[in-house]
Structure formats: structure tokens, C-alpha cells
């Protein structure tokens, strides 16, 4: 079958249009993707702006056609933090099922956390062993450990990059004391779930999804995304320690000029680097493996499972 999933997150909203069949690799046929950064048309309530229901109220509806036009016989559109924690969170899925007839779900953090390990365990298989996932997304941190499909403990908090910078980090480059203090804050978040984290066993293998941790492993020396999916990179502790105050020292526009590293992205790579280095310390993490496949993955692989299920 060819399905296709609409991914509403903080910054990007993605839709991705895969062959997808029970015990095959989903295989990518179309991608199209839009820097809408939802997350900054919140007013000072949180609630979505008028610019920003509009905005996505267009790409869902274009969405819907690239997904028509390349075949796909069912669609999955969910949204992430910055819809999930919008006081007017159901009004906006209600514009969109208006709008689009589409009927857009809002994933629960812990959710999150469970689908993107769900990927990250079918990438690294079982010979990986117990396995850590980490992912930060523009609003959230997703946290998990398990040894099975399923997570034995899994988090969200509320440590997303683009979160983060717009409420800790006003000024570019950014002042020091709110440095400092961001990084109380992160740390703070962290150490209240290292426990159960670590608490039925060390990892085996610790992996790192979502654009930031990619960004960093490149800045870091990583292969570059053109040498394809199946290159081996890693995110070192000890670079991260070295980049967080250099980054730290650069307004966004040098950060920009680091390779991997957009325009777009650039003043959140900051705060990004602080979280992926306070999650690392904290969690006992040398270095992780760069996984390329995330939650868009995760909730195609769910849908197989179940279409399997029910066949």
C-alpha cells in the first residue's frame, strides 16, 4: 500500500508518502516539507495564532493533494507540542478538519517518546540490546529505555530547542547569565527522570534522532546527510562539551555558517546543544549513534503492524 503521514511539529510540518508493506522497509516515494515554524505564532497565552492556523490550514489541504497525486490510499496526520499545549489546541484540529476534511490527531508526549523508540529499535535491531533513545524536537525532549519494541520507561519534556530559545534565550548571541540559567533549568528537568531511566538497566546502545542531534553530530565531524543513510555517526560527549560554549560566543547568523546547520535552525542550536549535552551527562552517555529514522517512522511502522494484525 502507499501511505501517506502529515507531521505537524514546531518548526517543520513534513509530509512523507512511503511503500509500505508487512516485513519490508518503508520505502520513501515523496517528501514534502514546509519551514512553517508553528511555534513561533503562539501569542503570549500559547495559543496558536490566526497567521498560524491559516499557514497550516494551507499545507494540509496541499499535503492532501501531493499525497493524491503519488497514489497514496490512506493518510496519517498527527501534530506535536506546539498544537498539543496551545490553549486552543482543538479549535485549530477543528479549522483543519474543516478546512481539509482531515482529521489531524494530536500525539500525548509519552507517545512520542514510545513511536520514535519503536523506529529507532526496527533501524538498530535486536543485536543492539537495551536501548536509549533520545530526541529533541523544536517543543519537547523525548526520553525512552527498553530492550523490547515497546519501552520500559518513557518521557516528554517540555526541552525542545525552539521552546527553549524563545523562553530562556531573548537575545542573539545570547547573554550569559541566561546561559547559565537555561542551563540550571535543562538540568533540573533531566535529573528528575534519570532514575527510572536508568533504573532496569544500562544501555547497551544509545541512540539520537531529530534534526538537532543530526546538526550537532555534523558541526561535530559527523558525515554529511549526502553520503547517504547507512553512514555510521556519532555524537561524541566530549565534542558537545567543546561546541556548547562556542556556540554559546556566535550570534546565529555564524551559526548558520557552521556545515549541517540552516538558517532556520540557527538560533536554536544553541539551546538544542545545551539539552543534548545535560541529557548526555546525565545519563551516563559517551556517545550516541545518529539514528535517520524517527516518529514519521515510527507511526508508518504502527500502521503496518496493525494493518498486519487485522489482515
Not at 33 to 51: F, I, N, Q, R, T
Given at each position: 500500500?502507499?501511505?501517506?503521514?502529515?507531521?505537524?511539529?514546531?518548526?517543520?510540518?513534513?509530509?512523507?508518502v512511503?511503500?509500505?508493506?508487512p516485513?519490508?522497509?518503508?520505502?520513501?516515494?515523496?517528501?514534502?516539507?514546509?519551514?512553517?515554524?508553528?511555534?513561533?505564532?503562539l501569542?503570549?497565552?500559547?495559543?496558536?495564532?490566526?497567521?498560524?492556523?491559516?499557514?497550516?490550514?494551507?499545507?494540509?489541504?496541499?499535503?492532501?493533494?501531493?499525497?493524491e497525486?503519488?497514489?497514496?490510499?490512506?493518510?496519517?496526520?498527527?501534530?506535536?507540542?506546539?498544537?498539543?499545549?496551545?490553549?486552543?489546541?482543538?479549535?485549530?484540529?477543528?479549522?483543519?478538519?474543516?478546512?481539509t476534511?482531515?482529521?489531524l490527531?494530536?500525539?500525548?508526549?509519552?507517545?512520542?517518546?514510545?513511536?520514535?523508540?519503536?523506529?529507532?529499535?526496527?533501524?538498530?535491531?535486536?543485536?543492539?540490546?537495551?536501548?536509549?533513545?533520545?530526541?529533541?524536537?523544536?517543543?519537547s525532549?523525548?526520553?525512552?529505555?527498553?530492550?523490547?519494541e515497546?519501552?520500559?520507561?518513557?518521557?516528554?519534556?517540555?526541552?525542545?530547542a525552539?521552546?527553549?530559545?524563545?523562553?530562556?534565550?531573548p537575545?542573539?548571541?545570547?547573554?550569559?547569565?541566561?546561559?547559565?540559567?537555561?542551563?540550571?533549568?535543562?538540568?533540573?528537568?533531566?535529573?528528575?527522570?534519570?532514575?527510572?531511566?536508568?533504573?532496569?538497566?544500562?544501555p547497551d546502545?544509545?541512540?539520537?534522532?531529530?534534526?538537532?542531534?543530526?546538526?550537532?553530530?555534523?558541526?561535530?565531524?559527523a558525515?554529511?546527510s549526502?553520503?547517504?543513510?547507512?553512514?555510521?555517526?556519532?555524537?561524541?560527549?566530549?565534542?558537545l562539551?567543546?561546541?556548547?560554549?562556542?556556540?554559546?560566543?556566535?550570534?546565529?547568523?555564524?551559526?548558520?555558517?557552521?556545515p549541517?546547520?540552516?538558517?532556520?535552525?540557527?538560533?536554536q542550536?544553541?539551546?538544542?546543544?545545551?539539552?543534548?549535552?545535560?541529557?548526555?551527562?546525565?545519563?551516563d552517555?559517551?556517545?550516541?549513534?545518529?539514528?535517520?529514522?524517527?516518529?514519521?517512522?515510527?507511526?508508518?511502522?504502527?500502521?503496518?503492524?496493525?494493518?498486519?494484525?487485522?489482515?
Amino acid at each position: 500500500m502507499r501511505l501517506g503521514v502529515i507531521d505537524v511539529g514546531s518548526n517543520t510540518v513534513h509530509l512523507l508518502v512511503v511503500d509500505a508493506h508487512p516485513g519490508a522497509h518503508p520505502w520513501p516515494a515523496a517528501s514534502h516539507k514546509e519551514a512553517l515554524h508553528l511555534a513561533e505564532h503562539l501569542d503570549a497565552s500559547g495559543a496558536v495564532d490566526e497567521a498560524g492556523v491559516e499557514q497550516l490550514e494551507r499545507f494540509v489541504e496541499h499535503a492532501v493533494q501531493v499525497a493524491e497525486d503519488h497514489g497514496a490510499t490512506d493518510l496519517l496526520a498527527f501534530a506535536t507540542s506546539a498544537v498539543r499545549d496551545a490553549p486552543n489546541g482543538e479549535e485549530v484540529l477543528e479549522r483543519v478538519r474543516q478546512a481539509t476534511s482531515v482529521d489531524l490527531q494530536v500525539l500525548p508526549g509519552d507517545d512520542e517518546a514510545r513511536l520514535t523508540f519503536l523506529a529507532a529499535r526496527r533501524w538498530t535491531g535486536w543485536s543492539a540490546g537495551r536501548l536509549l533513545l533520545m530526541d529533541i524536537g523544536g517543543g519537547s525532549l523525548e526520553l525512552a529505555c527498553g530492550i523490547d519494541e515497546e519501552p520500559d520507561v518513557a518521557f516528554s519534556l517540555p526541552l525542545g530547542a525552539g521552546r527553549l530559545t524563545r523562553e530562556h534565550l531573548p537575545s542573539d548571541p545570547p547573554d550569559a547569565d541566561d546561559v547559565r540559567e537555561l542551563r540550571r533549568v535543562v538540568r533540573a528537568e533531566i535529573a528528575a527522570v534519570v532514575r527510572p531511566l536508568l533504573k532496569p538497566g544500562a544501555p547497551d546502545l544509545a541512540v539520537g534522532t531529530s534534526k538537532t542531534f543530526r546538526s550537532l553530530a555534523r558541526v561535530t565531524g559527523a558525515a554529511p546527510s549526502s553520503e547517504g543513510l547507512y553512514v555510521r555517526r556519532l555524537l561524541r560527549r566530549a565534542d558537545l562539551a567543546e561546541l556548547v560554549p562556542r556556540l554559546a560566543g556566535m550570534p546565529a547568523a555564524d551559526r548558520a555558517g557552521l556545515p549541517g546547520v540552516s538558517g532556520a535552525r540557527a538560533r536554536q542550536l544553541l539551546a538544542g546543544a545545551i539539552a543534548a549535552e545535560a541529557a548526555m551527562d546525565l545519563l551516563d552517555v559517551e556517545e550516541l549513534q545518529i539514528c535517520p529514522w524517527a516518529l514519521r517512522e515510527g507511526i508508518i511502522l504502527r500502521r503496518i503492524d496493525w494493518l498486519t494484525a487485522t489482515a
